[in-house]
C-alpha cells in the first residue's frame, strides 16, 4: 500500500462528504493539470517518429 491510497482515499472521501463530489474532483483534477503542463514543459523532446535510444 502506497501512503497516496492509505491517506488520500479517506481524504477525498471526508472532502466529498464536506464540499461535493463535483469540488472534490476539481481539487484532484487542477493539480494534476498543472503536473501534465508541468511534465510536458520540462522534459525533453524527441523527434516524431524516433525512437530514443537505452544504449549508452
Not at 4 to 22: E, F, M
Not at 30 to 45: F, I, S, T, Y
Request: proline residues 7%; positive net charge.
Amino acid at each position: 500500500m502506497t501512503a497516496a491510497a492509505v491517506l488520500g482515499v479517506p481524504l477525498a472521501s471526508y472532502l466529498g462528504s464536506l464540499v461535493g463530489w463535483r469540488a472534490a474532483l476539481g481539487g484532484v483534477a487542477v493539480p494534476a493539470a498543472v503536473a501534465l503542463l508541468l511534465v510536458r514543459a520540462l522534459l525533453p523532446r524527441t523527434g516524431r517518429g524516433t525512437r530514443p535510444s537505452i544504449v549508452a
